[in-house]
């Protein structure tokens, strides 16, 4: 009720009651009369139910943007919270997140250890967003995306004999699609689109409470027998968006579901099961589904996405394709890659920090000594490289000199060399036999020390 007084005007004609142009006033009137300090508040996000303007996002620097809020009015279309907001709140940072996607931050808030996981959340119209953390562990990064094609264009088998209101008429050209009135149906039928199964009308409508539907198309039926209908339908959807995420992200570790008449499911949706694609066995792969027993725990989630959030910031955004129904909420897909804030500002301190003027002076002292000690290293590694050469040296080979009979000569000097043989010295340059001789009249050669030769 509260949130019904700060958005909307009972005094504006027609039903639709939303006025966004003066909620700033009615929210800082509000948050005076309780006592917030404005001035103090450094961080606002807000939940959109629908999407952001992520072209907008490089002139904002983050999402502030609604694209389209189709559950609410048409007048939030383009409503900018940064630039509404800016003089309620002077000193904060404002940004806007779309409540599916704050739901996958909020599981991965609430369970930090998951690598990724699969949110389906309940609703006016039915909506699937997934996170995917760094696979290097280093939690450099958090993937989240929305994926509003899988539940818009995805068929699942209809057990029961309800059929489905609405839906979606395809042209005979293949590409252009025309959202149908609520009134019209298909009842009872073999499929249906996941938007159009598991959409809160359907629910009122199998309680016999649909205010668009005419009473022979109402189901009428309890509240039990509608709650064994909504848990088959909900089965066969996870199974088929399990699919999806494998084949984007591989297996889903958990699948979450939120909003909605999800609570109805607590305790009897508890896995869900696919069959593995390009599997030669036909294997398939089961995953634990997790639904929340209470409205209050469900609505914690996306709260918890909101605060988690606030932790980084959006470095990237990945639209693939284009909307398939030109009405700026059911694209294909839309990937954002968040990074930590933390891990930025502990880098902007690392490259900001500088060294103190007693330390530019060691510095530059050490890089003038570096010359001079190179050298020396240089000289002492010469130095010791001569002596080891020295002394791998072989003793001389000495002989007793017949002359003096005291000092010991070195046999080589001793012997001829090539120009003594040339100028005749010797005595057996001219002479072979003489030569010979002369060889053997001289002493083998030996080693001898210096006392020996003494």
Known sequence: MLSKALWQDDS????????????????????????????????????????????????????????????????????????????????????AVPDNMAAALGVACTAPTLQ???????????????????????????????????????????HDRFGYCGG??????????????PTEYKIPHHQARIRFALDNGTWQRLLGRSPLVPPHLQGGISEEEAEAVWCARLRSALSALALKFHSVYGPPEVVYVLGGNSTRCYGKVTTTSYEIPDSAKRLRQTVPVVVLPTDEEQQRVPLRGLLFSAKYKVKHVFAPGQDPLARGWTRGGELYIWVSRQRKREDEKARSRTPSPVRLGLLAAQRQRAPTR??????????????????????????????????????????????????GQGGAAGDPAAAGRARARAPSPRVTSDSQAR
Not at 133 to 138: F, Y
Not at 399 to 422: I, K, W
């Open 12 to 95: 504006l004609p027609g039903d639709d009651k939303f006025d966004p142009s003066h909620a700033p006033g009615r929210v800082r009137a509000h948050l005076e009369a309780s006592g917030v300090p404005l001035d103090e508040v450094k961080r606002v996000i807000f939940s959109v139910p629908g999407t952001v303007n992520i072209e907008e996002m490089a002139h904002w620097s983050e999402p502030v943007q609604v694209r389209n809020m189709p559950s609410f009015s048409p007048r939030f279309r383009g409503f900018n919270f940064k630039a509404e907001f800016a003089h309620v709140f002077p000193h904060a940072k404002i940004g």
């Open 374 to 423: 190179l050298s020396e290293q240089l000289e002492t590694n010469a130095r010791s490289f001569r002596e080891q050469q020295r002394k791998k040296q072989p003793l001389s080979l000495l002989r007793r000199d017949s002359s003096s009979g005291s000092q010991a000569t070195p046999f080589a000097n001793l012997l001829p060399t090539p120009q003594t043989v040339e100028k």
């Open 116 to 158: 990724n996981a699969l949110v389906l959340v309940l609703g006016t119209a039915p909506a699937v967003a997934t996170f995917f953390r760094d696979p290097s562990k280093m939690n450099k990064y958090i993937e989240s995306a929305i994926w509003q094609s899988w539940v818009w264009f995805t068929k699942i088998g209809l």
């Open 168 to 181: 979606l008429h395809l042209g005979d050209d293949g590409r252009t699609m025309r959202l149908r009135e």
